[in-house]
């Protein structure tokens, strides 16, 4: 068995570091689902395939196991118990061989266990067993393109966070090899300060492939254009027409916050210019990952200019003008 370790953790489908006690968990429930007994003609040969990888990697790993085991206990302890532990034990004329802790697990994987009679009918270690593996094995390394959607989410969604139902129609195989439509849902739970962008990922809920690993279902935020608010990073940005008189003799006007937080702004003392912005701090929008952390809101203002004057109008700006204070 001279195959990767992670492709044997891969097969299983079980992290790196497991308990012996759950790699024989993951094998009992795959070799129910694939035992070639259970399969239809028309897939019989991906299930014998799938069967003998699935022992082979369950066998491999605790095989692994063993030999940790028992290094683990040689690495430990004075040199006596050291001896001991390795299975050699000084007396008499010579050495004998002692009982070990590697015998549990021969015990375990003795001809009667359920891999070992498996694997006994169903991979009698021709070149065809190794073929169906090797075949098998490069296939699980596989997987099925992502199925990607867009999850469109209103500025206020964004702001707040909330949980979205979504509903999708993936490929599923079924026993006898053919490939249907299956309508699913999944919540997804936006958070606080998500952007234009962010992925959220369900693994193995894409579509399914025969040979192949499930893909994975992949929604992509996207974000519904605001009837106010304009959002650039963290901050928002909101644009506000201010006619030119009131621009130049004082203005007040209010907004509300997508929070719903009603904000007054009042110039009465300042002429507001053309390209004028006024930040309000703290305002903008949550900044995912950090607790209380905003962005701020940016007010710009546009200078709305009349598109004609009367002849007493243009006599009334122009003394005005005059008595100005230019700098």
């Excluded at 028992?70 to 004329?93: I, L, P, T």
């Excluded at 707040?160 to 739970?189: A, P, W, Y």
């Amino acid at each position: 068995m001279g195959n990767p370790p992670e492709l044997y953790h891969r097969i299983l489908n079980i992290p790196r570091e497991t308990s012996p006690q759950e790699i024989r968990a993951a094998y009992k429930s795959l070799v129910k689902k694939w035992h070639p007994d259970k399969h239809p003609p028309s897939s019989k040969n991906e299930a014998e395939a799938r069967f003998k990888a699935i022992t082979e990697a369950y066998e491999a790993l605790l095989d692994q196991q063993e030999n940790r085991a028992v290094f683990g206990v040689c690495n430990d302890g004075r040199a006596g118990e050291k001896a001991m532990a390795c299975g050699v034990v000084g007396g008499g004329g010579g050495a004998h061989i002692a009982r070990t802790r590697s015998d549990d697990f021969g015990a375990r994987m003795a001809p009667g266990t359920p891999a070992r009679e498996f694997k006994k009918v169903y991979s009698s270690g021709n070149s065809g067993g190794r073929r169906a593996f090797a075949e098998f094995s490069s296939s699980i390394m596989r997987k099925a393109p992502p199925l990607e959607r867009k999850l469109e989410c209103t500025l206020e969604e964004l702001c707040h966070g909330c949980k979205k139902e979504v509903k999708f129609t993936r490929d599923v195989v079924t026993k006898n090899g053919s490939i249907v439509k299956k309508e699913v849902s999944q919540m997804v739970l936006v958070k606080p300060g998500w952007k234009k962008g962010n992925k959220i990922t369900f693994e193995g809920m894409g579509d399914e492939r025969p040979g192949c690993l499930p893909a994975d279902a992949v929604f992509v935020i996207s974000e519904k254009k605001h009837p106010v608010f304009k959002r650039v990073g963290n901050d928002l940005v909101l644009k506000a027409e201010v006619p030119l008189v009131s621009a130049l003799t004082g203005w007040s006007f209010s907004f509300r916050l997508l929070s719903g937080k009603k904000v007054s702004c009042s110039f009465q003392d300042e002429i507001i210019c053309p390209g004028y912005e006024k930040i309000i701090k703290g305002e903008g929008m949550p900044i995912a990952d950090q607790k209380g952390a905003r962005g701020d809101l940016r007010v710009k203002f546009e200078i709305a200019f009349p598109k004609q004057l009367t002849d007493e109008q243009r006599d009334g700006l122009a003394q005005i003008l005059k008595g100005c204070a230019w700098n």
